[in-house]
Structure formats: structure tokens, C-alpha cells
């Protein structure tokens, strides 16, 4: 079955500091990947998507993500984080047009 | 462009009470989705529609009804409320071409007492 893990429940990092969250995913085909951001009491705003091709994506906010598919992750990055930052991410991925699969989400906090 | 639009924003039932959540999109996505989030659950999909008059069930569709009678509104009706639906609902959509991008709505938390 298809399915998104998301194995860090909730992450603190210090303003500045460089930041990963781990994305692992179960699906069968190339999959269309997704990061959204949640900040409280907001809806869910996209950051970045890969369909095909480089590896290597670039989102907003200055994010990126890489995906491997020898370890099925598609993990997000920031080099400096900074205080505004800190929201709820979730990794998803697409299944057809009518349906996504998210992980459970990674709240971050962030230390000034 | 509004994008997807529902309402209302916020709302509080008594069990056993009825409401519908409406859902709105003005980009002529064929497809549209609801999902409702609950804290360490992510998104589920509850109940999805690939074009007007077409819907079908998705993840976790008991208590809830939909209906597609337009393009641009997809509203999710709860039957007879229950606090285990207590939670904040989620209306998406997307075109065939999208490569399965969804758009989402800014959400409607629902308390049920």
C-alpha cells in the first residue's frame, strides 16, 4: 500500500542553524512528490514538487529537497533557518488527481 | 483568481446536528477532493468527485455525504454530527494535467460537543 512516513514527530532547531526533515515513502511507480507547510491555524501552502528529472528541487523560502529513489526519500532541506520558519511540514505523495497521501507531519520549532 | 474557497471558517456542532461545508473553486479543476486533519494523522481523503455528478469514496467516508452538481462546488454534508469528527476539513482540486498537484482551501475547523 501506498504510504508516506514521516519519522520526526516534532524537530527544534536554533535560528541559523542548517535544518533536514526525512521523508520515506512506499509506492510502487515513479512517484510525484510533494512538501507543504502548515503554519498555525493556516492552510497548507505548497514548497516545492518533483515529478521527473534532476533530483535536485528548489522550492520557495529558500527550501529544497532531494529525491533518492535507492532509499525511497525525498527529504527537505534549508540551510539557515530562520524564525519564521517555524510551522508543521508534511511530506505526500501523489497518487492520482484525486488523491494524496500524506505523513503524519514534523512540527519545528525554532530557538532564537 | 480566489483558488479554492470554503466556508465557513470555523464552526461548532451539538452531536446528532447536521451541517454542509461548502467548497468552492474557480480554476475549472475537473477534480475535486475533501480531506479531514487530525493531529498525528496527516490529511485522510474522505470523499473525492472526477467531474460533475461523478463522486466516490475515499479513505474514511462514513458519516459524510457529497455531491458534484457543478463544476465549481463540491460540498461535504455530515449527517448527523459526532465528536470523532471533530476536526479541521480540507477541499482540493486539480486538472488532468496537473501531475496529481492538488490545491488546497484554507480549511474549516469543525468542533463537534
Known amino acids: 500500500a501506498q504510504s508516506v512516513t514521516q519519522p520526526d514527530i516534532h524537530i527544534t532547531v536554533s535560528e541559523g542553524a542548517s535544518l533536514e526533515l526525512r521523508c520515506n515513502y512506499s509506492?510502487?511507480?515513479?512517484?510525484?512528490l510533494f512538501w507543504y507547510v502548515q503554519s498555525p491555524g493556516q492552510g497548507l501552502q505548497l514548497l516545492l514538487k518533483y515529478f521527473s528529472g534532476d533530483t535536485l528541487v528548489q522550492g520557495i523560502k529558500g527550501f529544497e529537497a532531494e529525491f533518492k529513489r535507492s532509499q525511497s526519500s525525498f527529504n527537505l532541506r534549508k540551510p539557515s533557518v530562520h524564525w519564521s520558519d517555524a510551522a508543521e511540514y508534511f511530506c505526500?505523495?501523489?497518487?492520482?488527481?484525486?488523491?494524496?497521501?500524506f505523513g503524519a507531519g514534523t512540527r519545528l520549532t525554532v530557538k532564537p | 483568481n480566489a483558488g479554492v474557497t470554503q466556508t465557513p471558517k470555523f464552526q461548532v456542532l451539538k452531536t446528532g446536528q447536521s451541517m454542509t461545508l461548502q467548497c468552492a473553486q474557480d480554476?475549472?479543476?475537473?477534480?475535486m477532493s475533501w480531506y479531514r486533519q487530525d493531529p498525528g494523522m496527516g490529511l485522510r481523503l474522505i470523499h473525492y468527485s472526477v467531474g460533475a455528478g461523478i463522486t466516490d469514496q475515499g479513505e474514511v467516508p462514513n458519516g459524510y455525504n457529497v455531491s458534484r452538481s457543478t463544476t465549481e462546488d463540491f460540498p461535504l454534508r455530515l449527517l448527523s454530527a459526532a465528536p470523532s469528527q471533530t476536526s479541521v476539513y480540507f477541499c482540493?482540486?486539480?486538472?488532468?494535467?496537473?501531475?496529481?498537484?492538488?490545491?488546497f482551501g484554507p480549511g474549516t475547523r469543525l468542533t463537534v460537543t
Open positions: 505526500a505523495v501523489g497518487i492520482n488527481n484525486n488523491d494524496m497521501r
Open positions: 509506492y510502487g511507480a515513479t512517484p510525484y
Open positions: 482540493a482540486s486539480s486538472s488532468p494535467g496537473g501531475k496529481y498537484e492538488q490545491y
Open positions: 480554476m475549472n479543476h475537473e477534480y
